[in-house]
């Protein structure tokens, strides 16, 4: 095979002829620095490179061929193999970069397979701001030559374990054991080489890492193409974009992936900052160590760097004539960087502005908007919709606007003030009151595209491309493919709506009307199967499914040769959980993790997030008033919050939701009753402390949860069969399981909150009576199982602010990659998924096809695996009112004539009426030790009131005028909320009260 790269070692130096060809590099400037700026990541991991050296390695191989099409026959084919990624690491990315000598004028070698996967490179080697060129090489012979260089996205390629049902087990795996453990084959990458006069010299995959309790490193990627040659006998790069290494003993690495190394003892000079790093060769560091000519040297550079550097360059000078023919593809740095608060913000962001990125680009003055460098600072920017109201069939929706109020944001800021954090709202124009709010960015600072944006609702229009999956209801917005069109914009004109500028920064909210996960899914267990069978399909739902004969739906998520997946119509409905379609699928039992059922409507979910991350979707638009209330915004946001923050439902990973001895706003228990305080009022916040474990199996109410003071008042489930309270005021039992879930054994349990925040002791059943040493068994959590709970968790000590920079990406795409990056199918976004189906956003498109389930699409890659928040499992308002919130912030005055009650309304849901129950405490009782209900002292309701009832007196709610005086009463409210076929929620907190 004729070999165009010169091999130093094959020929002496007077018989190699480097061929010039006219340079772009000079035109443009790369004299001053050989390759462009790429990307820059801040992440608490690194990255590893591995690669395998190709040339030469060229044969006939139709299989590859017909995989990727075109007319390159021969190809290369190598197996990269991995061993440095950390055990259980998030992959956040993997690029795969490789370098051709082609004699055609045109780039020929973009095409090839990875882990036998399909795979288009962009190629990288134009000169910035200049149209795709081609960049001359050496060439040995006399034939011309052009060397090019390739960059793939090729993340989604790597493999996750899953169970039966299809659910992954494990993040993405890249290390050889990994593979080989879980039983998939190794990393292998075919290319072309020696068809159509193409040469590999190698490639590289580049995998960056997350792993929680890491240094926070910026890695930095420079990558185009450069050669050593007579136009260029030097190469110069200067490496901006990670602002501040750490101010003492910064631990870096740089690698460089070269093409044309060889053995040569006067290859050239390598330097970084001016020395010659520790361990490399000071004449021949290119050793082509990969075989036939490639490396991607990596080697520690920790001792040229100084601290709180902002730059370094590496240098590599001729040390021959003519030049060495080396060739740059890419040159990756990664440094840990100075946040001496841990908050994710680097020192010099915090204090410096005019800062600027390597593209010229100023970055947000985070100083002016209030940040410190010794406090931490949380910066999130707030767009929403709005709708001046629209009608559609089965819903008409009036004029609202999901802008939280001021007030919401105030509630947020301050939970979190209390705790040493500083969180700042930018919400443009809106709440730019004087004096300023401290919460609250001033709009000047904002930016042409920072926050307060305002996107209309509006009506998706199916086209020729995109069929709606939720045509009739606006203001749907898929996760994370919808997300991203708003955040990103698309090629098609769709514009931008949040500064990438501000990605390491900034975490994005936006406030939408609803979230397009399919109504019917097995993963939350609202779908339980579908069965074909003689031609007919029938799906079952946990609940009542409230479809109808003639009514459409669409099934998605099995797999393609069944033949089920598609768009069908209701023939029959045989019972409320069971619907009969007419199919021609194989028959079987279906109930894979991805299957789904859409019938045109919407879940009413209020949220969801990145675990670890930086995006939020708020969507409240199916609940209270079509924004839900201001309680419900602030619980939701902050929820959300701290799933970018590193918070599960349950506290620790892998820990069961709805725990009751984890009082945060993460858990269900509290996300929409809120936590309540000793005299009944809600909050909303994080665990404080860590609250001992319960083995509910054996339950003791005498220890309840130990001897102390709670922050708020224990809340926990209790049979119906065995509450005291219960049995009087026969309250509404829970229709759901805690998590939403469907009850399936016939379990009936109400929500009992304790009548006060002492930890002991707790009347777990409910019965009036305290029974010390007596194990009951009870499922307190209400999960549909009995089990051992373990200690609670405190989240204040737990959070990770630094992961802003950890934003899931669609279809399991590498982190910050978007529409005009390389996505490693050739450019052809669709191709990766309906990323692109949403584009009629300006029509009011569902911003996404719905394909991706809300998040199916990126499974595997996001570090969220085990915890149930991205595919549906996030809270509903059906869940919301499966047990009927109840009234809250109850006081009782006494006045001359009566006793005065004064309540809040419950936190969701529309209430009908309010009960008012009183019980008298035995005389001698005094108010300021008074009585406790139980057998003996058992209320009766003594009024009812509306909630359009006239204030009495002019501020309370309702005035007993029949208590007697010098009688110590009880007081708890009730209320029956819409939709719970009238019967009341549970008490509110208890009062006592006397004239």
């Not at 199916?856 to 308002?877: A, I, K, P, Q, T």
Request: aromatic letters at 8%.
């Amino acid at each position: 095979m004729y070999n165009r790269f010169s091999r130093l070692t094959a020929r002496p130096r007077t018989a190699i002829i480097c061929f010039v060809f006219v340079s772009l590099f000079a035109a443009y400037g790369k004299a001053a620095n050989a390759l462009n700026y790429f990307k820059n990541y801040f992440l608490t991991g690194d990255y590893v490179v591995e690669g395998v050296g190709l040339q030469g390695k060229g044969k006939p191989d139709p299989v590859t061929a017909g995989i990727v099409g075109g007319s390159n026959t021969s190809y290369a084919t190598g197996t990269i193999h991995n061993s440095g990624v950390p055990a259980g690491a998030d992959l956040m990315g993997a690029f795969l970069y490789w370098q051709a000598l082609e004699s055609s004028p045109m780039p020929s070698s973009s095409g090839g397979t990875f882990r036998g996967f399909k795979i288009g490179g962009l190629e990288i080697t134009a000169p910035m701001g200049a149209p795709p060129a081609n960049i001359p090489s050496c060439a040995a012979g006399g034939g011309p030559g052009y060397l090019r260089v390739y960059r793939a996205d090729v993340l989604r390629y790597l493999p996750y374990t899953t169970d039966p049902t299809g659910k992954p087990t494990s993040q993405r795996l890249v290390n050889d054991s990994d593979l080989i453990a879980a039983g998939f084959p190794l990393t292998t990458v075919a290319l072309p080489d020696g068809s159509s006069g193409t040469l590999i010299p190698g490639a590289s995959l580049v995998v960056l890492y997350r792993v929680a309790g890491m240094p926070l490193k910026a890695i930095v990627f420079y990558d185009g193409g450069f050669t050593l040659n007579k136009t260029n006998p030097a190469m110069n790069q200067t490496i901006l974009g990670f602002y501040e290494a750490s101010k003492t003993s910064p631990v870096a690495k740089m690698t460089q992936l070269v093409g044309n190394g060889g053995v040569n003892p006067e290859q050239g000079r390598l330097t970084v900052n001016g020395d010659v790093p520790p361990g490399l060769s000071s004449t021949n560091p290119f050793q082509a160590a990969l075989g036939g000519a490639w490396d991607n040297l990596t080697f520690n550079v920790s001792s040229l760097m100084r601290g709180d550097d902002s730059s370094m360059t590496t240098h590599m000078s001729p040390g021959q004539s003519p030049p060495s023919c080396l060739s740059w593809a890419a040159i990756i740095v990664s440094t840990t960087v100075q946040d001496t608060d841990r908050d994710g913000l680097l020192d010099v962001w915090e204090t410096t502005s005019g800062l600027r990125d390597p593209n010229g680009k100023t970055l947000p003055n985070l100083s002016a908007m209030g940040a410190n460098p010794n406090v931490k600072d949380i910066f999130v920017e707030i767009d929403y919709m709005s709708t001046p109201g629209w009608s559609a069939p089965g819903d008409t929706e009036p004029p609202h606007s999901h802008l939280p109020s001021q007030a919401v944001l105030d509630n947020v800021c301050s939970a979190f003030k209390a705790h040493g954090i500083n969180l700042h709202f930018d919400v443009g124009n809106n709440y730019q009151n004087e004096p300023p709010d401290p919460c609250i960015i001033a709009s000047s600072l904002s930016g042409s595209i920072g926050g307060g944006e305002n996107l209309p609702e509006n009506f998706c229009v199916s086209t020729s491309t995109h069929t709606c999956a939720f045509p009739n209801r606006p203001g749907t917005i898929t996760w994370k493919t919808g997300f991203e069109l708003i955040k990103d914009g698309d090629l098609n004109g769709l514009p931008a709506h949040f500064d990438p500028i501000r990605k390491d920064m900034f975490h994005y909210t936006f406030f939408g009307h609803a979230l397009g996960i399919y109504k019917f899914l097995i993963e939350d267990k609202s779908l339980t199967s579908i069965v074909v069978s003689g031609g007919k399909g029938t799906l079952t739902t946990g609940s009542a499914h409230n479809m109808n004969p003639g009514d459409t739906i669409t099934i998605s998520g099995a797999s393609t040769s069944s033949n089920l997946n598609g768009t069908y119509v209701i023939q029959s409905v045989p019972s409320p959980t069971t619907a009969i379609i007419n199919t021609t699928a194989a028959p079987g039992t279906y109930n894979n993790w991805l299957l789904a059922v859409n019938n045109g409507l919407p879940k009413s979910t209020s949220g969801v997030s990145d675990l670890l991350g930086g995006d939020i979707l708020i969507t409240l638009g199916l609940w209270d008033n079509s924004v839900g209330t201001p309680f419900i915004q602030a619980s939701t946001l902050m929820h959300e919050l701290g799933h970018n923050l590193a918070l599960r439902h349950g506290g620790a990973p892998l820990e069961p939701n709805c725990k009751p001895n984890y009082q945060s706003i993460m858990s269900y228990l509290f996300q929409v009753h809120g936590l309540v305080d000793a005299n009944g009022v809600p909050h909303i916040n994080y665990s404080t402390e860590t609250l001992p474990a319960l083995n509910e199996m054996a339950l003791d109410e005498g220890v309840g949860l130990g001897d102390t003071n709670l922050p708020y008042a224990a809340r926990w489930y209790e049979p119906l069969s065995t509450s005291f309270l219960g049995s009087i005021i026969n309250p509404s039992p829970a229709t759901k399981h805690c998590d939403g879930s469907p009850i399936t054994n016939g379990a009936t349990v109400i929500r009992v909150d304790a009548p006060n925040t002492k930890g002991r002791p707790l009347d777990w059943n409910g019965d009036g009576t305290i029974t010390p040493g007596i194990p009951l068994a009870e499922d307190l959590g209400f999960m549909g199982s009995i089990v051992e709970l373990h200690h609670g968790f405190n989240d204040w000590a737990a959070l990770d602010l630094q992961q802003i920079g950890s934003r899931r990406n669609v279809f399991g795409f590498s982190v910050d990659v978007g529409p005009t990056d390389d996505l490693g199918s050739g450019g052809d976004l669709g191709s990766g998924g309906d990323l692109g189906s949403g584009g009629d956003l300006g029509s009011g498109g569902d911003l996404g096809s719905g394909g991706d389930l809300g998040s199916g699409g990126d499974l595997g890659s996001g570090g969220d695996l085990g915890s149930g928040g991205d595919l549906g499992g996030e809270l509903d308002f059906e869940t919301a009112l499966a047990v009927p919130p109840s009234p809250s912030t109850l006081s009782s005055t006494p006045g001359l004539e009566s006793i005065n009650l004064k309540w809040s309304p419950p936190s969701a849901g529309t209430v009908d009426q309010y009960e008012i129950w009183r019980a008298a405490c035995p005389a001698g009782t005094t108010i300021g030790s008074p009585c406790s209900l139980g057998p003996g002292i058992v209320p009766v309701q003594i009024a009812t009131t509306l909630p359009t009832t006239p204030l009495c007196q002019g501020s309370f709610n309702f005035c007993d005028g029949t208590a007697e005086k010098n009688v110590v009463y009880l007081y708890f409210i009730t209320d029956i909320i819409t939709k719970t076929e009238g019967k009341p929620s549970s008490p509110s907190n208890i009062v006592a009260g006397q004239k």
